[in-house]
């Protein structure tokens, strides 16, 4: 199953934990979702999140998003 990261927020989807915030069971993959399903975090729909492959490819999202947040501090 596959890692889902919100494009909006940085929340990241992991199917392994569902979410427990809208009562989604474990192991419940992201395409099983209802269509209805919104990102807990900031209420972004299915369509703003997009897919991550790889372990890497989450470290370098993480490393971005970071920066981004910092800029905003300053
Ligand atoms: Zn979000």
Do not use: H
Request: hydrophobic share 25%; net charge negative; with cysteine.
């Amino acid at each position: 199953m596959d890692l889902y990261a919100c494009d909006r927020c940085g929340y990241y989807y992991d199917p392994e934990y569902g979410d427990e915030e809208n009562r989604i069971m474990a192991e419940t993959d992201f395409s099983q979702l209802p269509t209805n399903w919104v990102c807990p975090e900031c209420g972004a729909t299915k369509d703003e999140f997009r897919k991550i492959d790889y372990e890497e490819e989450v470290d370098a999202y993480e490393d971005d998003y970071d920066l981004v947040y910092d800029d905003y501090e300053e």
